[in-house]
């Protein structure tokens, strides 16, 4: 299978220095149509489009402005953007969020990013007479010397971009409708995207979404390359037979998450009608006694696959398709 790559970098990627760029342009939604700009420059008519974190987020956007440009849509540790991108609040996180805000060199950064983006037991492992942690924080120290400390802009319009991102119903119908397959793989431990949330926007995406779920953190595609180098080729190769969508997703038939909320909505209007039949009930019966009901309802990214070494500043991927 040959494929032509591009890794491009995004304007809310982290690493900028200027004071003047606008928040208001630092949207997945602006970025998108960035991408669909290289496409058209690049003159792929179609691609894969891939993405990873907010790369993931751009991805979506993508996929439902040109869903007729789209030949399958990989979502790498994604969310749905707002309040999802908040992390999983335990002891860890808030240490690693101290230690990020204290951070004011390579050397301090490359070590809480680390712990941001890995798992404990894949930093532990010994590579030869060292630990990988000990291999990678000369990595990640080098890689951010090189290119700089994120700066506060930077920063800011990452920020900016997953909070105000948002996939509307509308957008989900787009993708679910275009016909191209869609693969959303995660990271079980991951602390920054948390796995809820993608498994609840696989679901949302029905019946073309398949959701593949490995051991590891935010940088899951490091972690278990092989595992994710075969997710995604597997989404190629299904795509290219045209598969169909209710082969390749599994989930069951009645997982998606909107017949989900009808379901509980439909058992929570049952209910209500049997406790309101229970409370007719008890008063008729017995009107002395009462019945009280309580219904509670700038990530330094380095990508490494196998075969090749590439560090990227980019999140997003676009793969062309070639025939």
């Not at 993405?51 to 994604?78: F, Y």
């Not at 924080?137 to 994120?150: A, D, F, L």
């Not at 997953?162 to 079980?188: D, N, P, Q, Y």
Request: charge should be positive; aromatic fraction near 8%.
């Amino acid at each position: 299978m040959q494929l032509f790559v591009k890794f491009f970098k995004q304007k809310a990627c982290g690493i900028h220095r200027c004071s003047f760029f606008l928040l208001a342009e630092c949207r997945t939604k602006i970025m998108a149509k960035d991408a669909i700009a290289l496409m058209d420059h690049l003159g792929w008519r179609k691609a894969h489009i891939f993405g990873h974190s907010m790369g993931a987020m751009i991805a979506c956007k993508l996929a439902a402005l040109v869903p007729d440009r789209v030949l399958s849509l990989a979502l790498l540790n994604v969310t749905g953007g707002g309040f999802e991108c908040l992390p999983k609040f335990d002891s860890r996180t808030i240490s690693v969020a101290i230690r990020f805000l204290k951070a004011k060199t390579p050397e301090q950064r490359a070590a809480v990013d680390l712990d941001t983006h890995y798992t404990k037991e894949y930093l532990d492992e010994q590579v030869g007479s060292s630990t990988r942690r000990a291999i990678l924080y000369q990595e990640y120290v080098k890689g951010i010397s090189s290119t700089g400390m994120q700066s506060s802009h930077g920063f800011d319009g990452q920020v900016n971009a997953c909070w105000t991102h948002k996939m509307t119903r509308t957008e989900i119908e787009l993708i679910r409708s275009a016909g191209f397959l869609v693969s959303v793989i995660h990271g079980r431990h991951d602390i920054i995207a948390q796995i809820y949330h993608a498994r609840r926007l696989a679901k949302k995406l029905q019946p073309v979404a398949r959701m593949v779920d490995l051991h590891g953190g935010h940088l899951v595609s490091h972690e278990r390359t092989e595992e994710v180098n075969q997710a995604l080729c597997e989404l190629i190769s299904a795509s290219e037979k045209k598969l169909s969508p209710h082969v390749w997703t599994n989930f069951s038939k009645d997982s998606s998450w909107w017949s989900e909320k009808g379901s509980l909505l439909g058992q929570n209007k049952c209910r209500g009608q049997n406790l309101q039949r229970l409370r007719n009930s008890l008063c008729r019966k017995a009107a002395s006694k009462h019945v009280v009901c309580l219904w509670s309802l700038y990530v330094h990214v380095r990508v490494y696959t196998k075969g090749y070494k590439k560090c990227a500043s980019s999140q997003s991927w676009v793969f062309p398709h070639i025939s």
